[in-house]
């Protein structure tokens, strides 16, 4: 098949490279000039595991391009995809403004009628309304289905070529029949497919990002209780992740979760409860409780500082918002290493792919914030160490060397996972979330 994909971000990225690997000729668009000039050297704008390889090598097959605007070829493709940005607007609600331009593109553009595969996460109501755009302007039937897209950052092509479900949000069965043949060759193992209307669609990929930010903060209230009353989370994580009905992901209490999807996605769904007069408690609870837990690592770090913050260097380890990704957006490194800059401390930072992002979007390199690629260079003379996020090389640390290179001894773990290493007992100050 011809398939169009709008916006070469995390997901349009790996959704044109993914389908051109399976066949399909693909060009991937993008208004940003210097991403798709990059992309055609063959660089990948951002970290993804694999992702360089398969754009590569699809690009070499000749299966896969890049541009800014469709190309006399691809005016006739079977289908587009929209996967471009629905960022959080200041009110909380999704802007899905990014999703009707692509509708004027195509309407504007398009030499036949085709199907549209909203990829993009968008409000309940917002492939109706697009819909009723190229109904009105496109000359040609255009037919809008919904597609949310499901994959986690770090692990994006595993999810795209063995996603847990396919969803297809349609109207009628001449589109169903055009998507489930866009996804055969996922299916060779298994049936992926669940078909649904396009409101239902929409609604489930919210409903997923809404339950998994929901596990993340009952856990972290309880974290907060097990630091009160002496209990460990980590055990009570086994004991209840063990029942088959509860299962054990996404039961790590932390630092608050945060990204580009759920913050803005459980935001945007509150936000859908109160227009349709309907009170989501649970949703907005997430959110609240999410937030508290952000107060709660700063008031962590500002425990072990009483006489303040003013003065003190603090190495602050992981900035991206969970291993394996360069992605900052709505980061909890990003909070905490902002107010500690703001108290008059020096910070000085390590993270393995996600520093020049932080920097940009926090915390420019400076006297009082610099960056260092090597974790224990960042440590020395340091009054505290602060681990935000759990990339694999934190996991066994030589403590003796950071003691040496430190000039004070707290540690603060947001992540919980140093409990075991006894670290009072080697001479730290050491702190963590529901667990000691
Ligand atoms: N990142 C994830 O893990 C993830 C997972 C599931 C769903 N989603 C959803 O997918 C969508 C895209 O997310 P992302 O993380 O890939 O975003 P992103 O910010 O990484 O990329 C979006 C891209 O779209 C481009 N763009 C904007 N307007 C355009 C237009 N009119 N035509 C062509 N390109 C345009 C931007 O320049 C940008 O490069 C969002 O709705 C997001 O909520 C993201």
């Given amino acids: ?118 990829k993009s996460t968008v409000p309940v109501g917002t492939c109706d309304a697009l819909q009723a755009q190229l109904d009105k302007d496109c000359p040609h039937k255009m037919s809008v289905a919904s597609n949310p897209e499901f994959l986690k950052e770090g692990d994006a092509l595993e999810d795209f070529f063995r996603p847990f479900r396919v969803i297809i949000g349609v109207q009628d069965e001449a589109t169903e029949r055009e998507m489930r043949e866009l996804y055969r060759p996922l299916q060779l193992s298994s049936e992926r497919v669940i078909v649904m209307n396009r409101r239902s669609a929409e609604l489930t990929k919210y409903a997923a990002n809404a339950m998994l930010a929901t596990r993340i903060s009952f856990m972290n209230e309880l974290a ?70 952000r107060r709660y690592v700063l008031q962590k770090i500002e425990g072990m500082f009483p006489d303040g913050l003013a003065g003190k260097t603090i190495a602050v380890w992981g900035l991206a918002f969970k291993p394996m990704t360069d992605d900052v957006r709505d980061a909890p490194a990003g909070a905490v290493v902002k107010e500690l800059l703001a108290r008059g401390a020096t910070v000085r930072a390590h993270d393995p792919e996600a520093s020049a992002n932080f920097a940009k979007a926090y915390a420019p390199a400076g006297p009082k914030m610099s960056y260092h690629d090597r974790e224990y260079e960042s440590l020395d003379g340091a009054d505290g160490l602060v681990l935000m996020t759990e990339w694999r090389h934190f996991r066994n640390p030589d403590f003796e060397d950071i003691k040496a290179r430190m000039r004070g001894n707290a540690i603060i773990d947001a992540r919980s996972i140093w409990a075991v290493f006894h670290l009072a007992e080697r001479g730290f100050r050491y702190t963590a979330i529901g667990t000691r």
């Fill in 1 to 118: 098949m011809r398939i169009s994909v709008f916006g070469s971000g995390y997901v349009g990225l790996v959704t044109a490279a993914g389908l051109a690997d399976m066949g399909h000729k693909v060009l991937c668009l993008d208004i940003d000039k210097a991403r798709i000039a990059m992309l055609r050297e063959g660089r990948v704008p951002f970290f993804e595991p694999g992702l360089g390889d398969l754009v590569a090598r699809n690009m070499r097959g000749g299966r896969l391009v890049f541009a800014t605007e469709l190309d006399d070829e691809h005016r006739s493709s079977d289908a587009y995809f929209v996967a471009v940005g629905t960022p959080p607007m200041n009110d909380g609600r999704a802007d899905t403004s990014a999703v009707f331009a692509v509708g004027r593109t195509i309407a504007a553009s398009a030499a036949r009628g085709a199907i549209v595969a909203m």
């Fill in 224 to 293: 907060r209780l097990c630091d009160v009353i002496g209990a460990d989370i980590h055990s009570v994580r086994k004991g209840i992740g063990s029942d088959h009905r509860i299962g054990p992901s996404f039961l790590y209490a932390g630092p608050g979760y945060g990204g580009s999807c759920f913050p803005k996605d459980v935001s945007a769904l509150v936000h859908l409860g109160q227009d349709n007069g309907v009170t989501l408690q649970v949703v907005e609870a997430a959110s609240s409780a999410n937030e508290a837990q």
